[in-house]
């Protein structure tokens, strides 16, 4: 039985205020770490974190309030300049706040949260009397004798072995020392309080392995990446998807305006009944018409409005999810031995709720990425003039229909020939392949599963770690992704998704009389399909797009249906790994489609389907699985199938 028995809603509001204080604090720590002096930031924190612990208090959850109070009396001695703002005793507080987003995954299991570590009790209380140890000291320590380990422990507590050494901030320090060595050997010795850069400092290239960056993800958002609602992340990782938070914040405004709405419908709804009555008790006459006329383009106005103002019930400022960001990129940066401030823009941006958390998973590892390999070290940027600071950019903007999120790093660029070289080596392309590539193609070439689980780091290595991942979260919010470098001077991360997932804007394509569905998103623009501008390149059909050679694929091809209509049109897609030209037979425009998927059967390459606005059913394709499906069957039958089309159109 829940601890909570009866407290239930009670409990959910506090979780909700308070993992949105906690975040609001963990980002005024960063930024008060850039400005001590400020104490006006540091009121700010010290208000919101005692919130937390009164609402703590109220669910008589002892231990949170104990961890709450001693954080508490620290921001207090802070605030009141008896003690001094340092990076070491900031590693504290975050490492404290850390374990109270624990306590706050217990509490949402409907248990008392367990009592802190023993270890983070004790540091608390050495920097509330200002007896912490420094990491710079301690790390500058010689490492003591195996048998003496215990004497190197910042804090007087039982012996601390230091074979798999957990400190506060959540990393395994053995992990994390045999991902630098190579090795299985004890780490030397080291405590908790001890930064990571500390244990990198004889291999400062080296970068964090996957399991210590999300043992700091997870200290700073309270779950792994991995481990959060909703994942969906490598095939394997998780068996089970847990279940997604499906409650939303709406602003009261909004459903008042949704009200307001429904009930003029409803007064036109009326006027409707009463004009059919009419017409059908005999009146013919050009007034009841023309009433009825008016009567119908009112309702279609007014559910254009009802549509629009339900969206908005959707949709959440993005800053939402960003704010979770800022306390990641410090703590890996820390632990790197960097220096990096993300710097966030666009944060009143709203983006539908629903791809708020499948956003969350790409757009830490576009972030880790980025200080982790796109940033150089210290050394490296000052040899290169650049400042010892590096800036990571999160920006959001909208874009007509679109939302667009850019991840930007000041770092030290992608090199397009070592990416070609390394899938080469890899055997992910072919030589054919890595010879026509251009710069875009080549820096997509990080997208590929697999290529970037090689070991050793290097000025491109690591730069596709998880993003395979990533770019298999954003197609499915039907979005894409773009990359832009520059050697020397960094790279930048382009996603564009639209403004809600309900409704899809789709081009109707037509083969025959039968009309298909294909994302809009996709579509660059529509061509003619000439003979004359037909060649073959390598067995497959190709037409030239200004100066760009584009292989062509007919729908009826990747649908496996005969070719029994002349290809007049070609649609121009374009996707993250390649553009091509669709054939088609004709096309009858744009539609905003209501998706509804097909959960009981799927056939492939079948996204879901949508009704028209004249009633008929169509199919929304997807496009990557039927390109998927047709380059396992080869083009053969496919190019030979648009010759005889144009050679009959000729």
Known sequence: MSDFAGMEDLLQDFLIEAGDLLSGVDNKLVDLERTPNDTGLLNEIFRGFHTIKGGAGFLNATELVTLCHLTENLFDKLRNAELAITPDAMDVILAATGVVRDMF?????????????????????????????????????????????????????????VHRAVGDDGIDWQLLYDAVTGGSSPAPAATPAVSASAALAAAPEASLSDEAAEQIIKSAIGRRASDKPGYSGPVGRREVEKTRDNSIRVDTSRLDQVLNLSGEIGLTKNRLNALRSDILNGRSDSETFHALDVAVSQLDLLVSDLQ?????????????????????????????????????????????KTMIEDLSDPIIHLIRNAVDHGVEPMNDRLA???????????????????????????????????????ALDKGL???????????????????????SMASQVSDVSGRGVGMDVVKTNIQKLNG??????????GTTFIISLPLTLAILPVLVVRLGEQPFAVPLSMVREILPIEAKHVQEVGGRATMVVRGEVLPIYTLSGLLGWPQEHVAEYGVLMQTAERNYVLAIDSFAGREDAVIKSLDAFRPKGVAGVTTLSNGQIVLILDMKELLGSAADQGGTTREALLRQTLAAAA
């Open 429 to 451: 392309i072919t030589d054919e392949e890595a010879n026509t590539m251009d710069e875009r193609q080549s820096y997509n070439l990080i997208f590929l599963p697999g290529f």
């Open 308 to 352: 629009n103002a339900v969206m908005k019930t959707r949709m959440q400022p993005i800053g939402r999810l960003f704010q979770k960001y800022p306390r990641i990129a410090r703590d890996l940066a820390r632990s790197l031995g960097k220096d990096v401030e993300l710097m966030l823009s666009g944060e009143e941006t709203e983006i539908d």
């Open 384 to 422: 290169a003039g650049k400042s010892e600071k590096s800036v990571v950019r999160l920006e959001a903007r909208q874009e007509g229909d679109h939302i667009v999120i850019i991840v930007a790093d000041d770092g030290r660029g992608m090199n397009a020939e070592r990416l070609r070289a390394k």
């Open 105 to 161: 995954v217990e509490l949402e299991r409907g248990v008392q949260p367990s009592a802190a570590d023993p270890e983070l009790i004790a540091q608390l209380k050495l920097a509330i009397a200002g007896n912490l140890v420094g990491r710079a000291k301690a790390a500058a320590a010689p490492a003591a004798a195996p048998a003496k380990k215990a004497e190197t422990a910042i804090v007087p507590v039982a012996p601390v072995v």
């Open 480 to 489: 894409t992704i773009e990359i832009r470098s520059t050697q020397g001077k």
